[in-house]
């Protein structure tokens, strides 16, 4: 274990939280989670800062998982509420840009759907004009 030790930031600048925040957002929305991430978010909103200062308590075993640098510009982007709002923001904007395809060719497939299901139904409770007569 010859690993030198890593001073622990304090602050973030506004250009490392943006930064930090389209990487986080993409992250969530390219993988289709955009709704699961808003809702850890925000169910994460009223204790943003304990989450973040239990961020810190578990740094030593995450720094062997991730980069110590990032995962405390993360935990500092959490402490501080304007940011945690502009990263949900992010989510749920790029979601929407990422997703938009697909969920147009969702809601196309819906309707073709729908307008078979009509048409079946349309032929078998057909009056008969003949039998009428």
Not at 48 to 68: N, T
Not at 111 to 121: A, E, H, Y
Request: hydrophobic share 40%.
């Amino acid at each position: 274990m010859n690993k030198e030790y890593k001073e622990i930031k304090t602050t973030i600048t506004e250009d490392e939280a943006n930064l930090m925040i389209e990487k986080v957002a993409r992250f969530i929305a390219e993988r289709r989670l955009g709704a699961a991430g808003i809702l850890v978010l925000e169910s994460l909103h009223p204790l943003h800062g304990i989450a973040s200062q239990a961020m810190y308590f578990i740094l030593p075993f995450a720094e062997m998982v991730f980069d110590s640098n990032k995962y405390q510009n993360f935990a500092l982007m959490i402490q501080d509420e304007k940011y945690l709002k502009a990263l949900i923001k992010r989510i749920d904007e790029l979601d929407e840009e990422v997703n938009r395809a697909s969920r147009a060719a969702a809601r196309l497939k819906r309707q073709r759907r729908k307008n078979k299901r009509r048409s079946i139904l349309k032929k078998i409770f057909k009056k008969d004009d003949k039998s009428a007569e």
